[in-house]
């Protein structure tokens, strides 16, 4: 048994964006890990202005003296990587480039993933988006090793998290990101110390989401062929991008907050009404209503329902 506050794990971590950087913390602190290096995004320009910006993670690891790497998805420079950082364990969470399988093969512990379902279900880019689009009750935590294959890797524990009925994209993926740092730790000391047996995922239950799944284009509410339930998760699965959008008098409307209501009015799918200080889209039920209690109208800041009709009135 080896013991990590005594010899910590030297381990390299790879990741990019805001909830990166929770888990990179909390690995940071916790004394049984020691933070060698970390592989993030080159720096991007950002803003109507263009400044050269580095990834959250970036960030955070220069503050706090760690060594920072840009692979740009070249063989050679992971080799280097290697070379340089010796890593017995490699962490990654949402680092947005696919490792090369000497990489992910070289480190004693090998390398671990933090994927937000229950895996197999949902492989791929948008977890956390798909399972609000489709109803789910509850999605999780699946803590894996890395494979060749997409979210294919064997499995070290799994944490199921509830889905709330307001649940949007970002509130939820806080929960699953505040719990994965939370327990990161004790599985990654299990697994070095030969407690876990990972579970082989079955394949023959895989689903999967792509990143074109949560486009723009697809955040288009459709009032003549979507459900109205499913227009409500549309609302809160693409917050906060690209939002919920339709189209009012010729101009772009995004929906920040939706209910589903029912009145005794009839409107044609997508026809707006104002009645009783409340805005409601039509839809393709009969009675059946989309009540917006949020909105952006382009070319406006965003607002409420009752800023929104007060504006009409003046």
Request: a neutral charge.
């Amino acid at each position: 048994m080896r013991n990590l506050k005594e010899q910590p794990v030297r381990t390299l971590f790879l990741g990019t964006d805001w909830e990166s950087v929770e888990t990179l913390k909390a690995l940071d602190i916790d004394k049984r890990f020691e933070i060698v290096g970390v592989i993030t995004a080159v720096d991007k320009e950002m803003g109507r202005k263009q400044v050269l910006t580095p990834s959250k993670v970036k960030e955070y690891a220069v503050k706090n003296n760690i060594e920072v790497y840009h692979t740009q998805k070249q063989k050679e420079r992971y080799e280097k990587v290697l070379d340089i950082f010796k890593p017995e364990l490699i962490v990654c969470k949402a680092f947005g480039e696919i490792l090369p399988g000497f990489f992910i093969q070289y480190p004693k512990y090998k390398a671990i993933n933090i994927h937000f379902s229950i895996l197999p279900k949902y492989r791929g880019a948008v977890p956390i988006q798909k399972a609000i689009l489709e109803g789910e009750k509850e999605t999780g935590i699946s803590i894996m090793l890395m494979s060749d294959g997409m979210d294919e890797g064997d499995i070290l524990k799994i944490f199921k998290e509830p889905i709330l009925l307001d649940d949007t994209n970002l509130s939820l993926r806080k929960r699953l990101v505040k719990k994965s740092a939370e327990v990161l730790g004790d599985i990654l000391e299990d697994w070095v110390n030969g407690k876990i047996t990972p579970v082989v995922q079955d394949s023959s239950k895989a689903t999967y989401c792509w990143q074109k799944d949560i486009s723009k284009e697809n955040a288009q509410i459709l009032w003549d062929s979507m459900e109205p339930k499913y227009i409500e998760r549309l609302v809160r699965a693409m917050l906060p991008w690209p939002v919920a959008w339709c189209m009012l008098d010729g101009k772009r409307v995004k929906l920040f907050d939706v209910e589903i209501v029912d009145r005794d009015i009839f409107k044609k799918p997508g026809e707006i009404s104002y009645d009783n200080s409340e805005i409601l889209f039509g839809t393709k039920d009969d009675g059946v209503f989309v009540k917006v209690n949020e909105l952006q109208i382009e070319g406006k800041n965003k607002m409420s329902y009752t800023q929104f009709l007060n504006g009409m009135k003046s």
